[in-house]
């Protein structure tokens, strides 16, 4: 945990506890862990009688961060704020929590405290950035989507497969388990909560902010069908959107051809005698990942990129096309 990460922790608890104290509930960090399951250990005081906890430190903005807490007898979420509703989710469900502006749910046998509804707390407490969704952070998630394996890799395989410094993959690790996307124990035992609503979040984020940031370049082409000629053994390029789409499904012949360079494209662009053109029907991207993709089709981008590049295309006809995509390798992968 680094210095920002701490101060952001440690900002949060010490609200929550001095808005807890108000309560009558005394708490005391008895000391810090690295994010993940567990962020830090406190010791209640109530009626003169003690609890040990762990806490888990993060933002209660969805359900799903909170699933893995349902009925925990020792474990209290710590929050800037829970609202009213996730507050009633919390308690039905036997989630103990308190937060900065002074909403609580303690319980063990003889005790019960409970405070819901209190307003945000004023000023509001600074929120980091969410890495997971930068530019740099969607290769990492991109990554892990593509090839699970890396999960559990090593830092440093992971930081070279998505392309970005080994210290982006730290901050990411960090954004998913705070958001409730990766559960972590001691070691590498990481595992993805909900692998189909980061691969939707990610479709989502991706042409808004990373693709923008590729420097995609337009051509228009003077052949027929020249981009079924082997371009990933000529040219290290693979193939996306609709092109990775009538490749991968046969439902429709590509209008639109995306392709995807590991590397400088000039000689893809001389030998198949494309034409600079702000309108063209070809683009040109580079490639952000450096993992080999293994694609159920030769020559064509990961699925999950060719879906992404097909959602959001104006055409409604692909969409259609990226449904099938979906239905096809990405549902049950």
């Known amino acids: 945990m ?17 808005a807890a104290e108000e309560a009558g509930l005394k708490g005391r960090i008895e000391k810090y862990a690295p994010a993940g399951q567990v962020d830090a250990n406190i010791t209640f005081t109530i009626n003169d009688r003690t ?15 909170l699933k893995r807490h349902l009925h925990a007898k020792d474990e209290i979420v710590v929050a800037p704020y829970i609202t009213a509703q996730m507050a009633d989710y919390c308690i039905k469900n036997g989630i103990q929590f308190m937060d900065a502006a002074g909403n609580i749910y303690f319980k063990q046998e003889g005790v019960h405290l409970q405070i819901v509804g209190r307003k945000r707390a004023l000023p509001a407490i600074t ?10 952070g969607l290769r990492v998630v991109f990554a ?38 990766m559960l972590a124990a001691k070691g590498r035992n990481r595992r993805l909560v909900e692998p189909r609503r980061m691969l939707d979040e990610w479709t989502m984020n991706y042409p808004l902010r990373l693709r923008p940031k590729l420097g995609a370049q337009r051509f228009r082409g003077t052949q027929d069908n020249w981009w079924k000629n082997d371009l990933a053994g000529r040219y290290n390029a693979l193939l996306g959107g609709e092109a990775a789409g009538e490749l991968l499904t046969n439902y429709r012949k590509a209008a639109d051809i995306t392709i995807y360079v590991n590397g400088d494209p000039a000689k893809l662009i001389i030998d198949n005698k494309l034409k600079a053109d702000p309108h063209g029907e070809i683009e040109i991207l580079p ?18 990129l060719a879906y992404a590049d097909l959602m959001a295309a104006p055409d409604p006809r692909d969409r259609e096309l990226a449904k099938l995509i979906y239905e096809r390798y990405l549902a049950n992968a």
């Open 2 to 18: 680094n210095n920002f990460q701490f101060n952001y922790l440690d900002q949060i608890i010490q609200a929550a506890l001095k």
């Open 51 to 65: 609890y040990n906890y762990t806490a888990d430190i993060k933002n209660v903005d969805r359900v799903a961060v």
């Open 127 to 136: 929120m980091p950035v969410d890495r997971a969704n930068t530019g740099m």
């Open 144 to 181: 892990l989507l593509c090839d699970p394996a890396l999960l559990n890799a090593p830092y440093r395989d992971i930081a070279a497969a998505a392309g970005v410094a080994l210290g982006t993959v730290g901050w990411v690790f960090y954004a998913m388990a705070h958001n409730g996307d």
């Open 287 to 304: 490639q952000f990942w450096h993992f080999e993709a293994k694609p159920p089709v030769p020559g064509t981008v990961p699925p999950l």
